[in-house]
């Protein structure tokens, strides 16, 4: 997914340059860099928790060591990202579907239709995060359950 940013970043600098220099501008292409940023976010979130990307405040966390950071991540995964990913497939159930039903497209003439596309990445999101999450306890489990490993070696890949 990282070629789709600079992709993102290049059709941005050809919005600019025709908007600004030739005094065109193709919504499509607009939508097309917010379908592409949406795209981004959401289908690579579960990759980033895989490789422990995201954003944490780190003051206590840094400084534990890898159990007490696996004894962590079991209780966020099982009590905000589970939960919090259930959430949304729950609440965007509706919203997807009648996206899906309509075959929503944009507001704008000339925009993308398929808004329901985008739309259903919302399902894909809190799926992969959800299964993410899930393996991510499973490794923590096994991390606090060997008891013959010696602290520091192959725990650092994740922690």
Request: aromatic share 14%.
């Amino acid at each position: 997914m990282a070629w789709l940013t600079v992709f993102m970043v290049l059709v941005t600098v050809i919005i600019v340059v025709l908007r600004y220099g030739f005094s065109i501008g193709f919504i499509w292409m607009q939508e097309s860099v917010r379908f592409m940023h949406g795209f981004v976010f959401l289908l690579c979130a579960s990759y980033t928790l895989l490789h422990n990307g995201h954003v944490r405040v780190d003051i206590f966390y840094a400084k534990m060591s890898a159990r007490g950071k696996a004894r962590v991540d079991i209780i966020g995964t099982v009590l905000f990202l589970i939960p919090v990913c259930l959430a949304i497939l729950i609440y965007s159930y509706d919203y997807v579907l009648n996206s899906w039903r309509e075959t929503e497209g944009s507001l704008e003439e000339r925009g993308l239709h398929a808004v329901y596309l985008l739309k259903t990445c919302i399902w894909v999101f809190a799926i992969s995060m959800i299964a993410q999450g899930l393996s991510r306890i499973v490794h923590c489990v096994e991390l606090l359950l060997d008891k013959g490993r010696v602290e520091g070696t192959e725990e650092r890949e994740m922690f």
